[in-house]
């Protein structure tokens, strides 16, 4: 064993807690997560995340449930010991969460967790029935059609091949006032739906 506490040779102290404590750790770094963020989200101390992670203890299914959650990552992947990735999700768009946003607004949570996804189609002359405040930033990328993009007072018209990126603490919406459809795709740095 390493003379270092917080180095473990693989597989750990533990055998295979180890490897399900690499992985959860892998996942996490993927995601660009602290310890703390992800340890605050399943309950735990962020020192008590990373001796799971270091393999040196295990935690209820109630706790690993919650934390694959969180991280985006099926249990069974992260309990398994076979190295291959899993098979890519493929569905489609219309069969992911619709939030109301307004008539002729189609308006779809593709990916909950962070960067969380969605996917907007406005039908010709549909607007946001509100408009929105939150924390974290958007990231807004036209597919098709030319929506006006409202920004507190002030409107912006884009095109297709164009990204609007901003800060969600403005007041902020969409509308389509052209007389096709509208599609783009929205990141979200912080979840709020």
């Known amino acids: 064993m390493s003379a270092d506490p917080d180095v473990f040779p693989a597989g750990g102290p533990h055998g295979r807690l180890g490897g399900v404590g690499v992985r959860l750790a892998a996942v996490r770094r993927a995601r660009g997560l602290s310890r703390r963020e992800v340890a605050a989200a399943a309950g735990v101390s962020a020192s008590f995340l990373g001796m799971v992670e270091r393999g040196e203890t295990d935690m209820s299914l109630t706790r690993f449930t919650r934390l694959a959650e969180f991280l985006g990552a099926s249990a069974a992947d992260l309990l398994s010991d076979d190295p291959s990735p899993a098979p890519p999700d493929v569905r489609a768009i219309a069969s992911a969460q619709e939030v109301d946003r307004g008539e002729g607004v189609d308006y779809r949570i593709i990916r909950h967790e962070h960067p969380q996804l969605v996917a907007v189609t406005l039908a010709p002359g549909a607007r946001f029935a509100d408009v929105r405040t939150h924390s974290g930033e ?3 990328i036209v597919t098709s059609g030319t929506p006006t993009f409202i920004y507190g007072a ?24 052209t007389e096709n459809p509208v599609s783009l795709i929205a990141v979200c740095s912080v979840s709020y739906w």
């Open 138 to 140: 958007d990231i807004w």
């Open 154 to 177: 002030e409107r912006y018209t884009v095109g297709p091949g164009h990204t609007v990126s901003f800060p969600g603490v403005v007041e902020h919406g969409l509308a389509n006032m």
